[in-house]
T-cell receptor, first 112, second 109 residues
Framework: NAGVTQTPKFRVLKTGQSMTLLCAQD?????MYWYRQDPGMGLRLIHY???????AKGEVPDGYNVSRLKKQNFLLGLESAAPSQTSVYFC???????????FGPGTRLTVT | GEDVEQSLFLSVREGDSSVINCTYT??????LYWYKQEPGAGLQLLTY?????DMKQDQRLTVLLNKKDKHLSLRIADTQTGDSAIYFC?????????FGQGTELSVKP
């Protein structure tokens, strides 16, 4: 099993450009999550999904959109990138809301 | 909402024990986790403890939970240079994980 994978690993965007980050998991987990990690701030939840076709806002959802069209995939979109969105983005999945989360390797995004 | 706090840095000598501390504010938290992040990598689940437990041991790792003081600690026995990483405490609250800022553990030979 590959576990949780993320595409791409690195990306540089100019302000105002758009992009989509892809997360895939092969563990048949119901729940999926997107976090951002900034120095000295731990991980902050952006959006999450409790099952195929559902999404919900986390702690810092502004400027991001998500979709969960298939159970195994969770997409994070930036419609108009801003320098404040420079960060490392992690996807995670878990079998249920009370279970441990398993993380992907991360995507390092720089917005200039 | 839930607040989770950790000290930012810890430095130990190889072979010593490391103790990483975490405090949280919400006493209704059910599961508490420790994750390890090596440079350039994602978070790896190390261990977890249920809120009705005081202690959990797993090889070199010992987790202690003091519910009265809302204090969680991770002890790593016989710390090795390969243990150098950032360690995150995370608390499950309302179905979501709330993370501390992470403690960077530096192990000197």
């Amino acid at each position: 099993n590959a576990g949780v994978t993320q595409t791409p690993k690195f990306r540089v965007l100019k302000t105002g450009q758009s992009m989509t980050l892809l997360c895939a998991q092969d563990m048949n987990h119901e729940y999926m999550y997107w976090y951002r990690q900034d120095p000295g701030m731990g991980l902050r939840l952006i959006h999450y999904s409790v099952g195929e076709g559902t999404t919900a806002k986390g702690e810092v959802p502004d400027g991001y959109n998500v979709s969960r069209l298939k159970k195994q995939n969770f997409l994070l979109g930036l419609e108009s990138a801003a320098p404040s969105q420079t960060s490392v983005y992690f996807c995670a999945s878990s079998p249920s809301g009370g279970a441990a989360q398993y993380f992907g390797p991360g995507t390092r995004l720089t917005v200039t | 909402g839930e607040d989770v706090e950790q000290s930012l840095f810890l430095s130990v000598r190889e072979g010593d024990s490391s103790v990483i501390n975490c405090t949280y504010t919400d006493s209704s938290s059910t599961y508490l986790y420790w994750y390890k992040q090596e440079p350039g990598a994602g978070l790896q689940l190390l261990t977890y403890i249920f809120s009705n437990m005081d202690m959990k041991q797993d090889q070199r790792l010992t987790v202690l939970l003091n519910k009265k003081d809302k204090h969680l600690s991770l002890r790593i026995a016989d710390t090795q240079t390969g243990d150098s990483a950032i360690y995150f405490c995370a608390v499950l609250q309302g179905g979501k994980l709330i993370f501390g800022q992470g403690t960077e553990l530096s192990v000197k030979p």
